[in-house]
Every structure is written in structure tokens, then in C-alpha cells.
């Protein structure tokens, strides 16, 4: 079936530095979604990305689909220890039907 | 409420027992999910309901799990004859549209099977 990739596991970064995590899925999506929970939290949605090459961005937050809509990416600049939690894209497959398949979630750590 | 509310929030059984868990969608959304999340995974589709029928239960894990809407809103999810790997939070998420809309997931029931 599906699967939906991350990239890092596991991010540590000292407040200030920026941050990326990479998404990539076996197969060609319809859309691809972002989302964050923070620790004991549940996921909150960030963003949503439908073109094929899309960026868009969210204060220090950038997000980017793939020119093949297989793969996604999040940066986030300058880090504050706000955005502690953990990053997880969540994919709609082309043809499939409208479940969305999360990926294993990056959890970012920012040391003040 | 104006948020997706899910019952209980904690729920402690013995391996071999019944388990229902309670969703309440936001009022007006038609698309209902069930997930399943592990210490440290991400959320693991379980069902999606478009209305009162399950439009994709390809997530169930076996034959103990069964989820139900009967008008569109409530969903309940039912888990029969608990095993200790059933251990997890369950999350359940609505969503206004089923085609590309976001979810929105309530704070979800932590189930402990003993």
C-alpha cells in the first residue's frame, strides 16, 4: 500500500538555526497536507499543497510541493522554541479514495 | 462545541473486554476519520466515513474493530475482545470536505489494555 516517508526522525537545533524535513511518497498525489502536534497534543493543521511545484509560506514557515507531487518539503527559519513538536505530512493519493495517509512525523527539539 | 469531542479520554480495560470509543464531529462536516496512534508513530488510518457509510475501512486492523455512524454525526468505534497491542490513542478528525479539505482532530481516547 501507500507509504509516506519523513525526513529526519528526530531534528535538534539551537533557537535561531532554521529547520527542514523532507516527505516523499511511493506514489503520485492528489494533495499533500502539513501538520503539527505539539507534545501530548493532538494534530493541528498547517497547510495545504495542490499544485504540482506550489510554495507557500507562513511567516517563517515555507512549504513546497514537488514538481512530480511526490515529495514535499517544510523549512522553518530561524527557530523559536515555539515550534517544538512534531511535523508530520499526511498524503491523498491520485485515484484513491479520500483517505489521507500520514507520514512518520519529524519531532524537532529547539534549545533556547 | 465548536470542536471535535471525543469520549472518553482515557480508558482502562483488561485484555479480553469490550471497548466502545465516542466521536462527535463539528456540526456540518460530512467526512469522518478514525485513527490510531502509537507512542512516537504517526497517526494510522483506520475508517472514513463520507455521511453514515463507511466509504474506506481498509484500516482496520481485523475483524474485532468496527466502527459505526448511523445518522451522519456520532461515530462510535467498538473494539471487541481487546488485546494489550491495542493500546493507543485513537483519534478521530472531521472534515468539512472530503476531496481536499483539512481535518480537524479532537484531543483523542488513550486506551490502556491491561
Known amino acids: 500500500g501507500q507509504q509516506v516517508m519523513q525526513i529526519p526522525q528526530y531534528q535538534h537545533v539551537q533557537e535561531g538555526e532554521d529547520f527542514t524535513t523532507y516527505c516523499n511518497s511511493s506514489t503520485t498525489l492528489s494533495n499533500i497536507q502539513w501538520y503539527k502536534q505539539r507534545p501530548g497534543g493532538h494534530p493541528v493543521f498547517l497547510i495545504q499543497?495542490?499544485?504540482?511545484?506550489e510554495v507557500k509560506k507562513q511567516k517563517r514557515l515555507t512549504f513546497q510541493f514537488g514538481e512530480a507531487k511526490k515529495n514535499s518539503s517544510l523549512h522553518i527559519t530561524a527557530t523559536q522554541t515555539t515550534d517544538v513538536g512534531t511535523y508530520f505530512c499526511?498524503?491523498?493519493?491520485?485515484?484513491?479514495?479520500?483517505?489521507?495517509?500520514f507520514g512518520t512525523g519529524t519531532l524537532l527539539a529547539v534549545q533556547p | 462545541g465548536a470542536g471535535v469531542s471525543q469520549t472518553p479520554s482515557n480508558k482502562v480495560t483488561e485484555k479480553g473486554k469490550y471497548v466502545e470509543l465516542r466521536c462527535d464531529p463539528i456540526s456540518g462536516h460530512t467526512a469522518l476519520y478514525w485513527y490510531r496512534q502509537s507512542l512516537g508513530q504517526g497517526p494510522e488510518f483506520l475508517i472514513y466515513f463520507q455521511g453514515t457509510g463507511a466509504a474506506d475501512d481498509s484500516g482496520l486492523p481485523n475483524d474485532r474493530f468496527f466502527a459505526v455512524r448511523p445518522e451522519g454525526s456520532v461515530s462510535t468505534l467498538k473494539i471487541q475482545r481487546t488485546e494489550r497491542g491495542d493500546s493507543a490513542v485513537y483519534l478521530c478528525?472531521?472534515?468539512?470536505?472530503?476531496?481536499?479539505?483539512?481535518?480537524?482532530f479532537g484531543e483523542g481516547s488513550r486506551l490502556t489494555v491491561l
Open positions: 478528525a472531521s472534515s468539512l470536505n472530503p476531496n481536499t479539505g483539512e481535518l480537524f
Open positions: 499526511a498524503a491523498l493519493s491520485r485515484g484513491a479514495t479520500n483517505k489521507l495517509i
Open positions: 499543497l495542490v499544485k504540482s511545484g
